[in-house]
């Protein structure tokens, strides 16, 4: 079997929020159409390194990387790389869903009317489109004009995914996706993820272990700002090379 | 001491308890055989049941530590060890009861000859020495013990491939003790298999401690060879 290219790589990379050393020589090199799992306590730096995959802490006083997070290749932090267009590439899905006051429609649309498309046709495809994507379209196709806030939750985090969908991005980063969901909704949004992975390179950063087994092809275990491991996920559950992934894994942490 | 570390050292005492009844019957069958001791081996055959409960218990136990707390890594590895480990103390269990069977009927000691010319009796404290190593490996977690067993197993096999020669030729001679030699024969073959149950559990305790597994090794090495010639 071939080995699949990889489509983000991180060298070197530290972060720092002010004083404290948030990320310390990150390095990590995730395969493309892949679900890649980051684990490991609060605090140990997972979510700071998925958010740095699409520049998300930018805006963060005080915060600054240092080293390189390549997406195809490229340095995402150089200069002539433009925030906005690096979004569109990398979508992002966040613990609590997070649909916007307005109709199940005009979420889904959302950026792609900021990217200034106003033919209706192609909004309503692309609309479509990502809602089957996402298993939701038989769901709301008669809801489109409701609010999306009517939804339940687990719908409500499809919908996101929906959202993230639309603008065609190559990468999806998932905080914590089904943190806040029933049983349920978590297996439907896993189901998904493992669809999805078909045409997208996921991370997906988790507190449930299980998930992590279930959902991804390497997982990688963060302590203290290290990445301490990073192996097939299938590896990191049955044998672990380190102690400190044992410990965690198995819940004899500390 | 956390909740699973809890529920997993109560799976390895009841493990050992199984462990030691099995020694005991593997013994005494032994003993049995030797003084044809009908009393012993009919106490042997009783133990069985005894057996059977602790089986069933423990893949209880494991069913449970599996459903209830979703072992991962050198957890899980434990409990899958266990279960197989548990499956062939089993095993041996019963063949000391067979063992315990022929002995059972029997109103003399067998014929010291035929036990000399066959190695029976030192085939069988070879696997009890390798079942009670066995069990120092497994609760030492030493596995450069356990992969003693892989050795001294082949001792046993060697016996036990002389066996029906030596009996037929002895047999040829004597033939009235032809129904005496056939359970001899019978006793060496229940030993061998034995031998190869030590030689499974030592490889549980291998996997379980070094994440390695060791069994079917040897074959496959053999089929390699086989398919490039």
């Given at each position: 079997?071939?080995?699949?290219?990889?489509?983000l790589?991180?060298?070197?990379?530290?972060?720092?929020?002010?004083?404290?050393?948030?990320?310390?020589?990150?390095?990590?090199a995730?395969?493309?159409?892949?679900?890649?799992?980051?684990?490991?306590?609060?605090g140990?730096?997972?979510?700071?390194?998925?958010?740095?995959?699409?520049?998300m802490?930018?805006?963060?006083?005080?915060?600054?990387?240092?080293?390189?997070?390549?997406?195809?290749?490229?340095?995402?932090?150089?200069?002539?790389?433009?925030?906005?267009?690096?979004?569109?590439?990398?979508?992002?899905?966040?613990?609590?869903?997070?649909?916007?006051?307005?109709?199940?429609?005009?979420?889904?649309?959302?950026?792609?009317?900021?990217?200034?498309?106003?033919?209706?046709k192609?909004?309503?495809?692309?609309?479509?489109?990502?809602?089957?994507?996402?298993?939701?379209?038989?769901?709301?196709?008669?809801?489109?004009?409701?609010?999306?806030?009517?939804?339940?939750?687990?719908?409500?985090?499809?919908?996101?995914?929906?959202?993230?969908?639309?603008?065609?991005?190559?990468?999806?980063?998932?905080?914590?996706?089904?943190?806040?969901?029933?049983?349920?909704?978590?297996?439907?949004?896993?189901?998904?993820?493992?669809?999805?992975?078909?045409?997208?390179?996921i991370?997906?950063?988790?507190?449930?272990?299980?998930?992590?087994?279930?959902?991804?092809?390497?997982?990688?275990?963060?302590?203290m700002?290290?990445?301490?491991?990073?192996?097939k996920?299938?590896?990191?559950?049955?044998?672990?090379?380190?102690?400190?992934?044992?410990?965690?894994?198995?819940?004899?942490?500390? | 001491?956390?909740?699973?570390?809890?529920?997993?050292?109560?799976?390895?005492?009841?493990?050992?308890?199984?462990?030691?009844?099995?020694?005991?019957?593997?013994?005494?069958?032994?003993?049995?055989?030797?003084?044809?001791?009908?009393?012993?081996?009919?106490?042997?055959?009783?133990?069985?049941?005894?057996?059977?409960?602790?089986?069933?218990?423990?893949?209880?136990?494991?069913?449970?530590?599996?459903?209830?707390?979703?072992?991962?890594?050198?957890?899980?590895?434990?409990?899958?060890?266990?279960?197989?480990?548990?499956?062939?103390?089993?095993?041996?269990?019963?063949?000391?009861?067979?063992?315990?069977?022929?002995?059972?009927?029997?109103?003399e000691?067998?014929n010291?000859?035929?036990l000399?010319?066959?190695?029976?009796?030192?085939?069988?404290?070879?696997?009890?020495?390798?079942?009670?190593?066995?069990?120092?490996?497994?609760?030492?977690?030493?596995?450069?013990?356990?992969?003693?067993?892989?050795?001294?197993?082949?001792?046993?096999?060697?016996?036990?491939?002389?066996?029906?020669?030596?009996?037929?030729?002895?047999?040829?001679?004597?033939?009235?003790?032809?129904?005496?030699?056939?359970?001899?024969?019978?006793?060496?073959?229940?030993?061998?298999?034995?031998?190869?149950?030590?030689?499974?559990i030592?490889?549980?305790?291998?996997?379980?401690?070094?994440?390695?597994?060791?069994?079917?090794?040897?074959?496959?090495?053999?089929?390699?060879?086989?398919?490039?010639?």
């Amino acid at each position: 079997m071939s080995k699949k290219p990889y489509k983000l790589e991180a060298r070197n990379l530290n972060a720092y929020y002010g004083g404290f050393h948030a990320l310390k020589d990150i390095n990590i090199a995730m395969e493309e159409k892949a679900v890649t799992a980051f684990i490991g306590p609060s605090g140990c730096g997972k979510s700071t390194f998925l958010r740095t995959l699409n520049r998300m802490n930018d805006y963060i006083d005080g915060f600054r990387v240092e080293g390189d997070i390549l997406l195809d290749g490229r340095d995402i932090y150089n200069k002539d790389i433009r925030v906005d267009e690096l979004r569109k590439e990398v979508g992002m899905v966040f613990q609590k869903p997070n649909p916007f006051p307005k109709t199940v429609f005009e979420n889904v649309v959302y950026g792609l009317k900021i990217q200034g498309i106003k033919d209706k046709k192609v909004l309503a495809e692309a609309a479509e489109s990502s809602l089957r994507k996402t298993a939701l379209w038989e769901e709301v196709k008669d809801k489109m004009d409701k609010s999306a806030l009517a939804l339940s939750g687990g719908q409500q985090q499809r919908l996101c995914i929906a959202r993230a969908l639309a603008i065609s991005p190559s990468v999806v980063l998932m905080d914590e996706p089904t943190s806040a969901l029933d049983p349920i909704s978590t297996a439907k949004i896993e189901e998904l993820i493992y669809e999805l992975k078909n045409d997208y390179t996921i991370v997906i950063v988790t507190h449930n272990m299980q998930q992590a087994g279930r959902v991804s092809d390497q997982t990688a275990f963060f302590y203290m700002g290290e990445l301490v491991e990073y192996a097939k996920t299938k590896t990191m559950f049955t044998s672990p090379k380190h102690e400190r992934t044992q410990n965690y894994i198995t819940g004899r942490f500390g | 001491m956390n909740h699973i570390d809890a529920e997993l050292s109560g799976l390895k005492v009841k493990l050992m308890e199984m462990w030691d009844l099995v020694e005991y019957q593997l013994q005494s069958g032994r003993d049995a055989m030797v003084n044809a001791d009908q009393e012993l081996a009919r106490k042997v055959v009783k133990l069985g049941k005894k057996v059977n409960n602790f089986d069933v218990k423990i893949d209880r136990m494991c069913e449970n530590l599996l459903a209830l707390y979703t072992p991962v890594a050198v957890d899980l590895r434990l409990v899958l060890a266990t279960l197989k480990i548990n499956a062939n103390l089993e095993r041996i269990g019963d063949t000391a009861e067979g063992i315990s069977m022929y002995v059972q009927n029997r109103k003399e000691p067998y014929n010291p000859e035929m036990l000399e010319v066959t190695n029976a009796i030192p085939m069988f404290d070879e696997a009890l020495a390798m079942f009670r190593d066995c069990r120092v490996a497994y609760k030492s977690n030493n596995t450069d013990q356990a992969r003693a067993m892989l050795k001294r197993d082949k001792m046993l096999n060697k016996i036990y491939r002389k066996s029906d020669k030596i009996i037929a030729d002895y047999l040829r001679n004597n033939p009235d003790s032809i129904e005496e030699g056939l359970a001899i024969l019978a006793i060496i073959k229940k030993l061998e298999r034995v031998g190869d149950q030590i030689t499974n559990i030592a490889e549980e305790i291998i996997f379980y401690q070094d994440a390695k597994v060791v069994k079917h090794k040897s074959k496959k090495k053999n089929k390699d060879n086989g398919d490039k010639e």
